[in-house]
């Protein structure tokens, strides 16, 4: 354990820090499930309302520093694939 007082004040801090990241990253992968989920269903209302709030989070976590802005563009792209993929069909149906 830290002895001096600036140490201890670091200690403090990390210990903040990572549960801000950890409560952002978790808010993250909780989005992706649930929009991985609607994709599994096939509800294209749903689908757009949680592909909206995916893409908002994966924004908000690049800018929180969660993840790397090129991360985020490939998440958002494959994202957009599945769900055009699922949306198109039911469109022409």
């Given at each position: 354990?830290?002895?001096?007082?600036?140490?201890?004040?670091?200690?403090?801090?990390?210990?903040?820090?990572?549960?801000?990241?950890?409560?952002?990253?978790?808010?993250?992968r909780?989005?992706?499930?649930?929009?991985?989920?609607?994709?599994?269903?096939?509800?294209?209302?749903?689908?757009?309302?949680?592909?909206?709030?995916?893409?908002?989070?994966?924004?908000?976590?690049?800018?929180?520093?969660?993840?790397?802005?090129n991360?985020?563009?490939?998440?958002?792209?494959?994202?957009?694939?599945?769900?055009?993929?699922?949306?198109?069909?039911?469109?022409?149906?």
């Amino acid at each position: 354990m830290a002895n001096h007082v600036s140490s201890l004040k670091r200690a403090r801090q990390t210990e903040t820090k990572t549960a801000v990241n950890r409560a952002n990253k978790s808010k993250l992968r909780g989005s992706l499930r649930s929009l991985r989920e609607a994709i599994a269903k096939g509800d294209a209302k749903t689908l757009n309302a949680a592909y909206s709030a995916t893409v908002s989070a994966l924004d908000k976590s690049v800018q929180k520093g969660v993840i790397h802005k090129n991360t985020a563009s490939r998440y958002k792209s494959r994202l957009n694939a599945r769900v055009k993929a699922v949306v198109a069909p039911a469109k022409v149906a």
